[in-house]
């Protein structure tokens, strides 16, 4: 089965900091690297973080040093913490496999604004 159910966005101000989550299946989360995914305004989505079954993990340059991916295998939960966000982290998030899925969740909105 597959799905994912994100959450965790929020409305915060420059600098500030939110934790995205992202719920699926054991099937999933078990057998896949996940990644976290954004869209912003007017733009097409792009990859931003992924993380291996086997840990290792990549970052966009956009959000490298900022945010840190993880993934908790007990709770089949994926996770992104945001730190020292800015405006153009404004987006709706999403995750998913890496290589992406076909199936999409709802995503999350972030809104990063004074």
């Known amino acids: 089965q597959v799905f994912f159910v994100e959450s965790g966005g929020d409305l915060v101000q420059p600098g500030g900091s939110l934790r995205l989550s992202c719920l699926t299946s054991?099937?999933?989360?078990?057998?896949?690297?996940m990644a976290w995914f954004r869209q912003a305004p007017g733009k097409v989505r792009e990859l931003i973080a992924g993380?291996?079954?086997?840990?290792?993990?990549k970052y966009a340059d956009s959000v490298k040093g900022r945010f840190t991916i993880s993934r908790d295998s007990a709770k089949n939960t994926a996770y992104l913490q945001m730190d020292n966000l800015r405006p153009d982290d404004t987006a709706v998030y999403y995750c998913?496999?890496?290589?992406?899925?076909?199936?999409w969740g709802q995503g999350t909105q972030v809104t990063v604004s004074s």
């Open positions: 993380i291996t079954l086997y840990g290792d993990i």
């Open positions: 998913n496999t890496r290589p992406a899925t076909a199936t």
């Open positions: 054991e099937y999933v989360f078990n057998k896949y690297s």
